[in-house]
Structure formats: structure tokens, C-alpha cells
């Protein structure tokens, strides 16, 4: 009895390490991220009594809550300086809502990736992505990054999401 109960201990074992992966966050499309952001976005605007970036009035929309998503894409091998009011309000971000100020000298730079022909550009960890890509991937190469939707600026029909890469898987 004793012989039989460590044979299905050890098997269970075995199972739970090799369905581990079937656990493991399976990987999200930025377009599915940007169809939650809106919809909850559309929400505020409704809330506050009018349509968020009619006409020539800007409107900016920050997420108090976000949660970090798996994202496989091409990565196209180019990285800019952040603009400054895109800057300025992924620094809002980490103040208000992650409660890390000191982070924004993590995000200077952001890079352009591309998911189904949609090109992204994505504010990203200096350390933990841009730094890491320029020896782990190339131009072309698919990569996976942990980002998040942190809102988005919208003025008349142009939407400007702000996605943020944390880390490189």
C-alpha cells in the first residue's frame, strides 16, 4: 500500500509538471487590450455626459486599474524618444496609480512593434526591454513583452494609446 501511494505521488507529480505550461498566461493581442481600454473608456465619457474627444477638445484617460498581458509581436527594430506630452502622462500614470515615481527615468525611450500589419509604438523599460532587445532580438524577430493599456488621448477621431512594456519574455 505504502509502494502504491508514492507511485501516485510521483505520478501526480509528474502530471502537474508536465501540464504546467497549460497554466502559464497565454499570450493576448494589443488589439483586445485596446477594445477593453475603449469599452471602459466609453463608459467614463457616458459617466461624465458627453462623447470622450468630439470635435477639437482633447481628452486624456488613464487607468487607475490595469493588469500586465503577454503580447507576441514583431519587433521592427526601431526606438525613439518618448514625445513630451506622452511622457508626461506615463509619468502621471506612475505617480498616481502605480504609486512608483521614481520609475519614470525606467521610460524614456518607446519601440515600434507590429501585431497582424497594426504598428504599435510602445513606451518601454529601459533596462528590462530596450537595453535587452538590442542583444536578444533583431529586426523582424517575433518577441513576447509584458505590457499594459495605461489609457489613451483622443482628439476628434485619432486615438493615441499609451502601452507600456514592463518587461521581455
Given at each position: 500500500?505504502?509502494?502504491?501511494?508514492?507511485?501516485?505521488?510521483?505520478?501526480?507529480?509528474?502530471?502537474?509538471?508536465?501540464?504546467c505550461d497549460?497554466?502559464?498566461?497565454?499570450?493576448?493581442?494589443?488589439?483586445?487590450?485596446?477594445?477593453?481600454?475603449?469599452?471602459?473608456?466609453?463608459?467614463?465619457?457616458?459617466?461624465?455626459?458627453?462623447?470622450?474627444?468630439?470635435?477639437?477638445?482633447?481628452?486624456?484617460?488613464?487607468?487607475?486599474?490595469?493588469?500586465?498581458?503577454?503580447?507576441?509581436?514583431?519587433?521592427?527594430?526601431?526606438?525613439?524618444?518618448?514625445?513630451?506630452?506622452?511622457?508626461?502622462?506615463?509619468?502621471?500614470?506612475?505617480?498616481?496609480?502605480?504609486?512608483?515615481?521614481?520609475?519614470?527615468?525606467?521610460y524614456v525611450?518607446?519601440?515600434?512593434?507590429?501585431?497582424?500589419?497594426?504598428?504599435?509604438?510602445?513606451?518601454?523599460?529601459?533596462?528590462?526591454?530596450?537595453?535587452?532587445?538590442?542583444?536578444?532580438?533583431?529586426?523582424?524577430?517575433?518577441?513576447?513583452?509584458?505590457?499594459?493599456?495605461?489609457?489613451?488621448?483622443?482628439?476628434?477621431?485619432?486615438?493615441?494609446?499609451?502601452?507600456?512594456?514592463?518587461?521581455?519574455?
Amino acid at each position: 500500500m505504502k509502494i502504491l501511494k508514492k507511485i501516485l505521488i510521483v505520478a501526480g507529480l509528474m502530471l502537474l509538471v508536465l501540464t504546467c505550461d497549460s497554466f502559464a498566461q497565454k499570450p493576448r493581442r494589443i488589439s483586445e487590450m485596446i477594445a477593453d481600454s475603449e469599452k471602459s473608456g466609453g463608459l467614463l465619457s457616458g459617466l461624465l455626459g458627453g462623447d470622450a474627444g468630439s470635435g477639437n477638445l482633447e481628452t486624456t484617460v488613464l487607468s487607475a486599474v490595469t493588469f500586465p498581458n503577454k503580447v507576441r509581436v514583431k519587433y521592427l527594430g526601431e526606438t525613439r524618444k518618448i514625445s513630451k506630452k506622452r511622457k508626461k502622462n506615463v509619468d502621471r500614470w506612475l505617480a498616481e496609480y502605480a504609486k512608483t515615481p521614481d520609475a519614470k527615468k525606467f521610460y524614456v525611450n518607446e519601440l515600434a512593434v507590429d501585431e497582424d500589419g497594426a504598428r504599435y509604438w510602445v513606451i518601454a523599460h529601459e533596462s528590462a526591454v530596450v537595453e535587452k532587445l538590442k542583444t536578444a532580438a533583431k529586426s523582424g524577430d517575433e518577441i513576447v513583452l509584458q505590457l499594459r493599456v495605461l489609457g489613451y488621448s483622443k482628439k476628434g477621431a485619432a486615438t493615441d494609446y499609451f502601452l507600456l512594456a514592463e518587461s521581455l519574455d
